[in-house]
């Protein structure tokens, strides 16, 4: 005889002894929904992005509160302390317009210092994942999202900061020696840049870190006089993930005090 059949579920009698009951049996079911949740998630990291999810931490600290990404923006997002870093060059900046804004990681670090991000980008999936991405965040207000072709819209974008994080083609530009301006998505480099310097030439650009250094700095010759340029190379962990170029003001020793208050995480502009 098996001890299963012989044991006798004790069933509540009493008022709270019932609700005890009910409260135990919510947790459990809560705890199995989680659960399925969690194996569900694991399901849709594919090989492709397996990779990119062990990393998911160093993607977005907040991973674990909902944070949501598709299959490029898991690799194409920028480690959450690279964005921060980025992000601090700009601190107490007025605008900055996110040209490509992905899944949010840049527009989230950089709604955190400066008054207003206008984040674009085409793909109208990408917006929302960026928008509930920021609600986690807390910074979804200080946000304008915009769905469509940068290319088109930058006629009629007006901002302190433009960050530019183009497509670099995917995984395999790591297989290129020399990773050349002519080899970004979706157009060249150069056409970019001067497509940004028509907004201002305070232009930060996150690059590959097999880029050519060369040919990256020469674009602050696009300009008459040339404007500053630094470029650094950012790391997590120790590995290189890429290079970020800082063009006009947001070169070191320059300023961005483009409104003179600096806005905190809720928002609120301070003095
Ligand atoms: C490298 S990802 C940006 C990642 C972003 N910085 C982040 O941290 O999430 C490049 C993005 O550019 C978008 N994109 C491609 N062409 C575009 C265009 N013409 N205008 C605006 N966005 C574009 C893609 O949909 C993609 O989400």
Known sequence: MSPAKDSVVALPRTRKQRKRFKRKVKIKAKRRAQKLEKLKERENVTPLVKKYWLQRYDLFSMYDVGVKLDEEGWFSVTPE????????????????????????????????????????????????????????????????????????????????????????????????????????????????????????????????????????????????????????????RGNSKGITLYFGDTALHGSVRLTGCIVDKDCNIGE
């Open 81 to 236: 302390e690279i964005a921060a870093r980025q992000a601090e060059r700009c601190a107490g900046a007025g605008v900055v317009i996110d040209a490509f804004a992905g899944v949010g990681g840049n527009a989230i670090q950089f709604a955190k210092v400066c008054h207003r991000v206008v984040a674009v980008d085409v793909d109208p999936n990408k917006v929302q994942l960026a928008f509930h991405n920021a609600k986690i965040y807390g910074v979804e207000d200080c946000i304008d999202f915009i769905v469509g072709d940068f290319f088109q819209l930058a006629p009629f974008l007006k901002g302190d900061v433009v960050f530019l994080s183009p497509p670099w083609g995917g995984p395999s530009y790591k297989a290129k020696e020399n990773f050349t301006l002519d080899l970004l998505k979706p157009k060249d480099g150069h056409s970019l840049f001067q497509v940004a310097q028509a907004i201002t030439p305070n232009i930060i650009m996150y690059l590959p870190r097999n880029l050519d250094m060369l040919q990256a700095s020469e674009l602050s010759w696009l300009s008459s006089p040339p404007l500053d340029v630094e470029i650094e190379e950012n790391f997590v």
